[in-house]
């Protein structure tokens, strides 16, 4: 069967576009495939994080993603850091990786710029996010368009060490990314030539799951657009129009184009937006208030992921250790 992984970093709250360009992927591909999702704590740890809030957003973030609808009877659900062999195989990925390759991160380009602190963590996280991958012998890592390059690095480091190690049978599978046609990358509302994210800059920019809806519906009226009138997608010269036509294809399945073809005023586009997102979130948003009143048995879920993902990435790691001619572990 083939075999699914992707994660989430527990910073910030999760936003539309996390929902948009990777969620809805997962929850789809649950039932095709044997997939494992997990909540990537230890890649939160790449920025300084207060510890109350890291552990209160980490388990917020495990139940949203089953408000989202990731179902635990059917897929393996999570916390990275309760799986040790990540960060082991981190390790064995840190030394297969160049260093001018991970130089070339664009990610860690962005992040590290003007930071005042720049951890060696951030510099290494790709390999990280490599061994979360490839621990799992995945075939396909749903995720948005942000991630193309990290997924480029994984692919490579599995063919460098199966190359380097293999000695003919292959110790890695080489994964493929899983980009949506639509929906890969959700603009920022009040910016639209940059991506929507979950740090805490634009507010007025970032649409949260779990935000009030009267709040999102306002949100959307008030995005930037341009000041022309037509309705035409093209997000060159109109990245504001055509972010708000992405979103509701990626909600309703339709070409952004078709979309465009309804309407020729603004605000009769928005208040179908802001509609056909508050109907995509409420409810996710009522499912997560059930949740809230169980967290017990969140944790349950959460316990019995990582001893279903420990199964899997032991064996695996166990093979790299074997192929590195590390001696084994009595
Ligand atoms: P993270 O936590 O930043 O985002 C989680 C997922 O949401 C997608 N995403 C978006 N998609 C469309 N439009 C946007 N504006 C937008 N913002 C975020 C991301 O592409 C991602 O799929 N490095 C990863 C986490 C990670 C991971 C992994 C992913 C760690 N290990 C292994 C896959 C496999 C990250 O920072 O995602």
Redesign the pocket.
């Known amino acids: 069967m083939t075999r699914v992984?992707?994660?989430?970093?527990p910073?910030g709250a999760v936003?539309l576009?996390?929902l948009?360009?990777?969620?809805r992927s997962w929850v789809r591909e649950q039932h095709e495939a044997d997939s494992f999702y997990?909540v990537?704590d230890l890649?939160a740890l790449t920025v300084p994080q207060d510890p109350t809030e890291l552990r209160a957003r980490t388990l917020e973030l495990a139940q949203v993603l089953l408000a989202v609808g990731i179902d635990p009877d059917v897929a393996t659900l999570f916390i990275q850091s309760h799986v040790p062999e990540h960060t082991e195989l981190a390790w064995i990925l840190e030394c297969t990786a160049a260093f001018g390759e991970l130089r070339r991160m664009t990610q860690f380009k962005d992040k590290s710029e003007g930071a005042e602190f720049v951890s060696a963590g951030l510099f290494t996280?790709p390999a990280?996010?490599a061994a979360?991958?490839l621990l799992y012998d995945t075939d396909r890592?749903?995720?948005?368009?942000?991630?193309r390059q990290?997924l480029e690095l994984a692919r490579d480091l599995a063919i460098r060490f199966n190359h380097r190690y293999g000695a003919g049978t292959d110790v890695f599978v080489v994964p493929e990314a899983a980009i949506p046609t639509v929906?890969?990358?959700?603009?920022d509302l009040q910016h639209p030539t940059r991506?929507?994210?979950?740090s805490e800059d634009s507010p007025q920019g970032t649409i949260l799951v779990l935000e009030d809806l009267t709040s999102v519906e306002r949100k959307i009226k008030r995005a930037v657009t341009d000041t022309e009138t037509e309705v035409r997608f093209d997000p060159e010269a109109k990245p504001g129009v055509s972010n708000l036509l992405s979103i509701m294809a990626a909600i309703t399945g339709e070409e952004p184009e078709t979309i465009a073809t309804r309407y020729t005023r603004y605000g009769p586009l928005k208040a179908d937006a802001a509609e056909l997102v508050c109907e995509l979130l409420r409810p996710i948003q009522q499912r997560y208030a059930e949740l809230l009143a169980d967290p017990g048995g969140t944790a349950a879920i959460l316990a019995k992921g990582a001893e279903k993902a420990r199964a899997v990435a032991a064996p695996t790691l166990a093979r790299a250790r074997e192929a590195l001619g590390l001696v084994p572990r009595s």
């Open positions: 992984f992707s994660g989430i970093k910073t936003q576009g996390n948009l360009g990777a969620l997990c990537v890649h996280y990280l996010m979360d991958i890592v749903p995720v948005g368009d942000d991630q990290h929906g890969a990358r959700v603009m991506k929507m994210s979950k």
